[in-house]
């Protein structure tokens, strides 16, 4: 292995181990203490040598987000069954409401935070949530080719579909949904009774 390689190595691992200690950081303490100072403290560097790495904390929170959305796509890609897509959808809807009620420091690292796209530069397009995305059109474009689905454009009818399970997801994670409920088992019952509504009104 030549000096140069040796370099990169270290680099990439020095790299693995910031996100991994930022990651932890995050979970166990919050946004508001996952600094670069204490990160530096955790493996025992200087801030300065941080830098060298990450150019900002906005940085390690984009590849922190990046971590977040390949969890949610194995999540959402678990157990998809050979089944009609318009099922897959339905499912698809249920498995994503369920990750941001289990994980919602992960699901604010994805989609409440605006941190981690400060790390996205302006004329970039936004890679992180590609897989998923993805993933999704996938499916609902099989529900408009087999025609269980009233929509006819795929990217519209994501757009929506996207929108109903962030609003409901987001709603509850942020507590503002106690308007409506006075417990948590109320307030999930109300997500799950407002999701079946809606898909049910979208099949053809």
């Known amino acids: 292995m030549g000096i140069a390689e040796r370099k990169v190595r270290k680099h990439n691992a020095t790299r693995k181990l910031i996100l991994g200690t930022a ?11 996952t600094t670069i100072r204490k990160i530096a ?21 984009y590849d922190m987000q990046k971590i977040a ?3 949610l796509f ?4 678990a157990n998809q069954a050979q089944e009609s897509p318009y099922l897959r959808l339905k499912k698809f809807g249920k498995a994503y409401i369920d990750f941001g009620l289990k994980y919602p420091k992960y699901y604010d690292l994805m989609f409440i935070l605006r941190s981690p796209m400060e790390g996205v530069q302006e004329d970039q397009p936004f890679k992180n949530c590609r897989e998923t995305y ?5 499916i609902m474009t099989d529900c408009i080719s087999t025609g269980e689905v009233k929509y006819t454009d795929p990217q519209t009818a994501l757009l929506q579909y996207w929108a109903i399970l962030h609003g409901l997801t987001s709603l509850n994670i942020n507590n503002r949904l106690s308007v409506i409920a006075t417990d948590e088992w109320q307030t999930t019952d109300f997500i799950y009774q407002a999701w079946e509504v809606y898909i049910s009104s979208v099949q053809a």
Not at 23 to 33: A, K, P, T
Request: charged share 20%.
């Open 74 to 77: 194995k999540y959402l890609s």
């Open 23 to 33: 990651l932890d950081l995050y979970l166990q303490e919050g946004l508001e203490n």
């Open 134 to 138: 993805a993933f999704m059109l996938g």
């Open 69 to 71: 959305f390949d969890f």
């Open 41 to 61: 403290q955790k493996i025992e560097y200087s801030p300065t040598a941080i830098y060298l790495h990450y150019q900002s904390k906005n940085g390690i929170l």
